[in-house]
């Protein structure tokens, strides 16, 4: 009957999601039940409803709980894989959602996974976090469950010191009449017991044991009642006392027989259900089968007669053509087989060129960044150091050079992306104000050095929050405005971003960039947008550039669903202009203002661990985070780094993702098995469209790339070290 009713209201829920959040919790409660009585699939239904319903009302507890459920059930059904994933997706959601008790919960489930795996240590860990968890909130009622877990794992390696206060907290805090299972109170004392007995308090284990059988007794557990008789019997056979050792034999075989008469009734009774359910369920089946028969049959009678004659016909005609063309067919099967072969040979040679092609860049990026972030870096450190107003002159040549040197391995990587048709959109929340004066901020280098000046004039109206792919839209301005920087001297460039119209949910914008440089002659403004054309070519002047940033800017664009426009006259100036469709956010949080300058004593006194296995590179971020008075440990690899976080007190993590013996991405995951708040940011050379989302689900807060302006960097790190820290 309870099965019946969860179907039918999950066939009731299914069509509708507007029910109250109490009544979605007591349909995760069902589905725990219908799993522990083997109907796996009924349980997944009804916790899939449950997850659905979270993700319309953006529940976070309620998805958590849902996740757990399903682990729960793939952990019945063997499949730890599985399961281990769910309660990752569990614990994420909780942690969101703050919900210590079922934290309480989650670990002790995970910890029992891994007893099954005979994975003790794991076990323990989890044992003893979610007991944590639940002692520190002063949820007593929950920690019985972790307690009784870990005292059991003590106890089975030998640990009794340790397991015996726990079990004698289990005994204390066991609450009759609620899911505290009686059970579990009576094997504590069986095992209290056992703990005296072993350090040959013999008198001391008789009392627990007397305890057990009393509660045993009341429960009729016969299992525990048998460890207890047990027990007595090596108790008295080692005190001599044979009478009453016999006495403990005797009713340990009599407690034996009871269970095993208790199981059999039970197996018994279960067989007999399941018989005649089955025998009913044959008897339906074979009469609907005899039913649907029969009135088939007098259905297809009659059209079979007809058909049967129709079909004579077309055989003896179709034989003859089939015959005429057999010939025919099979020299034309033989020809596009072959066909088909030299295509797919072909096929998979193009495939395998054009991932040695993506590989290549791959490697080529990482292998260019990581020299180039010891130049930019060891340039940053000297300009930092007052040096002479001739040598100044030289770093600051020098840094201009690297980071249009970085500006061109970019374009390049961009433009393999756009030819491999790999261009997707990722649409966050962002601030578009913060967004122009960081890069205003990137390009001060290339302002200065042509004695320009930069304008921004944004519509006050605009909404602070906005949301769509920021990083593409950033790119194309950045393109737009060093376009304009470098074809201007002593000049003025000047942002516009105007509203052009809205509604309740989404925002129109204009923006353009205008110059008062060089221009752009009418017969070449349709040719700026291709790849490698530069109008400089046409001119007796020397303006260096790939030709590759405004046919960036077209694809990219293109790509968001806009146009890029131009408008320009020869010798007086040129406007770009392009109009880009965006979606409001509600502001539900206090947004912080990074245009103000980098408050560098946040990092004083503050413990950064760098993990790199570079050299040069350590170095290079070592003495810049020493330049601002921080404390400073560097690791060359993952392993080390483990130890490290586990032993000593860090602020921050900053994580390189490829290094010899353990990588960036397995380092981070075991750092979060035991410390889930570190701030882990990945300090990285490689290419981050292609590994954004595998560096975040590893586990790590942010990324940094390699090089990097200093702005930027103590912008980011700041913004984890601003973080109070959460207690666990």
């Not at 106890?155 to 505290?180: C, D, H, I, M, S």
């Not at 208790?262 to 009913?280: A, P, R, V």
């Not at 002659?521 to 001119?539: N, T």
Request: hydrophobic share 40%; proline share 2%; charged share 25%.
């Amino acid at each position: 009957m309870l099965l019946i009713c969860l179907l039918f209201c999950y066939n009731l829920f299914s069509q509708n999601y507007k029910i109250s959040k109490d009544s979605v919790s007591k349909i995760i409660s069902e589905s725990f039940i219908l799993s522990t009585n083997g109907s796996h699939e009924d349980a997944l239904k009804l916790q899939n409803y449950a997850l659905k319903w979270a993700n319309i009302n953006n529940n976070d507890s309620i998805r958590g709980r849902a996740y757990h459920a399903m682990g729960v059930v793939y952990n019945f059904m063997k499949d730890s894989k599985k399961a281990k994933e769910l309660y990752a997706m569990s614990a994420m959601f909780l942690i969101k959602a703050n919900y210590k008790s079922y934290m309480v919960m989650h670990h002790n489930n995970l910890g029992t996974l891994y007893c099954l795996e005979k994975d003790t240590i794991n076990a323990k860990l989890q044992f003893e976090l979610a007991r944590h968890i639940a002692i520190e909130n002063n949820l007593t009622f929950n920690a019985f469950w972790p307690s009784y877990n870990l005292a059991e794992v003590n106890y089975n390696n030998g640990n009794y010191k340790k397991a015996k206060p726990l079990f004698e907290y289990v005994v204390r805090t066991f609450q009759p009449n609620t899911r505290q299972h009686p059970r579990m109170r009576v094997s504590s004392y069986n095992y209290l017991a056992k703990i005296y007995y072993k350090t040959k308090n013999h008198k001391k284990a008789l009392e627990y044991l007397k305890i057990a059988d009393s509660l045993g007794k009341d429960i009729l557990n016969y299992t525990e009642l048998i460890e207890t008789e047990k027990l007595k019997y090596k108790i008295h056979k080692n005190n001599s006392a044979i009478t009453k050792a016999n006495t403990a034999l005797l009713k340990q075989v009599n407690y034996l027989k009871k269970n095993i008469e208790i199981n059999k009734k039970q197996s018994e009774s279960n067989f007999k259900l399941k018989q005649k359910l089955l025998k009913n369920e044959k008897k339906l089946e074979l009469t609907s089968k005899i039913s649907n028969e029969r009135k088939a049959a007098l259905k297809t009678n009659k059209r079979y007669t007809y058909i049967a004659l129709f079909l004579l016909l077309i055989t003896v005609v179709t034989s003859f053509l089939l015959y005429r063309s057999n010939k025919s067919r099979l020299r034309l099967n033989k020809n596009l087989t072959t066909k088909n072969n030299e295509l797919i040979i072909a096929k998979e040679k193009t495939e395998q060129a054009s991932k040695i092609k993506e590989n290549f860049f791959s490697t080529i990026s990482h292998e260019l960044r990581t020299p180039l972030y010891a130049v930019n870096g060891i340039t940053d450190i000297l300009i930092e150091q007052k040096p002479k107003e001739n040598q100044k002159d030289y770093l600051n040549t020098l840094k201009s050079s690297g980071e249009y040197l970085l500006a061109l391995i970019n374009n390049v990587l961009l433009i393999n992306k756009f030819d491999s048709n790999k261009i997707e959109l990722n649409e966050i929340e962002f601030n578009l104000r913060e967004m122009i004066n960081d890069i205003r901020r990137t390009l001060n280098y290339l302002e200065k050095e042509n004695n320009n000046t930069i304008h921004l004039d944004i519509d006050p109206s605009i909404p602070k929050l906005l949301k769509g792919d920021s990083l593409k839209l950033s790119q194309v301005i950045i393109n737009l405005l060093s376009n304009a920087l470098k074809f201007t001297n002593n000049g003025n460039i000047i942002l516009f971003v105007k509203k052009i119209n809205t509604d309740s949910e989404n925002i129109n914008l204009e923006i353009s960039i205008k110059d008062d440089g060089i221009g752009i002659s009418k017969e070449v403004q349709a040719k700026v947008f291709d790849d490698f054309f530069q109008e400089s070519m046409q001119l007796d002047r020397n303006y260096e550039g790939t030709g590759l940033g405004l046919a960036i800017v077209k694809r990219l664009l293109h790509a968001m669903g806009s146009e890029i426009k131009v408008s320009s006259i020869q010798g007086k100036g040129t406007v770009f202009y392009f109009n880009i469709n965006l979606k409001k956010e509600v502001i539900n949080t206090v947004v912080m203002d990074n245009t103000q300058q980098v408050d560098f004593s946040k990092l004083i006194d503050k413990s950064i661990l760098v993990v790199d296995d570079n050299s040069i590179n350590q170095m290079i971020t070592k003495r810049i985070l020493l330049s601002k008075k921080a404390k400073v440990t560097v690791i060359d690899n993952g392993f080390d780094a483990i130890e490290e976080v586990k032993n000593n007190y860090f602020d921050a993590v900053l994580m390189d993702i490829h290094m010899p013996k353990m990588d960036g991405y397995e380092a981070t995951k075991n750092i979060r098995k035991f410390n889930p708040t570190i701030p882990i940011l990945a300090l990285t050379a490689i290419q981050i469209n292609n590994n954004k989302e595998h560096i975040l689900n590893c586990g790590m807060n942010d990324i940094i790339v390699k090089p990097f302006v200093l702005e930027n960097f103590f912008n980011v790190l700041n913004k984890f070290l601003n973080v109070e820290k959460i207690s666990a």
